[in-house]
T-cell receptor, first 111, second 115 residues
């Protein structure tokens, strides 16, 4: 089984609607990174959440870390075409920098 | 079982030395990448190889030279290491670049520290 499960695998959302992507770990999360993949340019860092439970927001994107559930969620409010892409979570599972990666969520925004 | 693996995990070396980081993927992918994670956590692409051929070569010093002995391996060799080379380097692989969204699978990273 995977140490880091990301769901859903893909998501098609009507423009203007809200959506949530989840990242669940089988181990304690010492840090959780959210990235968005921009084609041909590498990954854009969105947010980092640290152990202890945390919530961060940037524009219309909010990420939360639920320590008890060992889970992080990324919530997008009032989705726009610019939100389309692949979202990746990376987790620090043993308190060093090395990251375990989720499989990614492909987000498509329908106009 | 690891899809994309990198070695070493940590690399601490003196300025001026030459070092290599190895990357291997067992996913059968044709395309592999090297990224450098900058201070803002942005994973900046350095190189991309498709079927052992160089596809993307971003503006990086020519002290960095990728080498792909076969489709499953893309190694990064760095000559005359400088302090500014200290960073975390990530390897990744994917299906060919022709796809609109070519999901990339990332290795765990190699932390390079130049003293």
């Amino acid at each position: 089984s995977q140490e880091l499960e990301q769901s859903p695998q893909s998501l098609i959302v009507q423009e203007g609607k809200n959506l949530t992507i989840n990242c669940t770990s089988s181990k304690t999360l010492y840090g959780l990174y959210w990235y968005k993949q921009k084609y041909g340019e590498g990954l854009i860092f969105l947010m980092m959440l640290q152990k202890g439970g945390e919530e961060k927001s940037h524009e219309k994107i909010t990420a939360k870390l639920d320590e008890k559930k060992q889970q992080s969620s990324l919530h997008i409010t009032a989705s726009q075409p610019s939100h389309a892409g692949i979202y990746l979570c990376g987790a620090d599972l043993d308190s060093n920098y090395q990251l375990i990666w989720g499989a990614g969520t492909k987000l498509i925004i329908k106009p | 079982d690891t899809a994309v693996s990198q070695t070493p995990k940590y690399l601490v070396t003196q300025m001026g030395n030459d070092k290599s980081i190895k990357c291997e993927q067992n996913l059968g992918h044709d395309t592999m990448y090297w990224y450098k994670q900058d201070s803002k956590k942005f994973l900046k692409i350095m190189f991309s190889y498709n079927n052992k051929e160089l596809i993307i070569n971003e503006t990086v010093p020519n002290r960095f030279s990728p080498k792909s002995p076969d489709k499953a391996h893309l190694n990064l060799h760095i000559n005359s290491l400088e302090l500014g080379d200290s960073a975390v380097y990530f390897c990744a692989s994917s299906l060919p670049l022709a796809a609109t969204y070519n999901e990339q699978f990332f290795g765990p990273g190699t932390r390079l520290t130049v003293l």
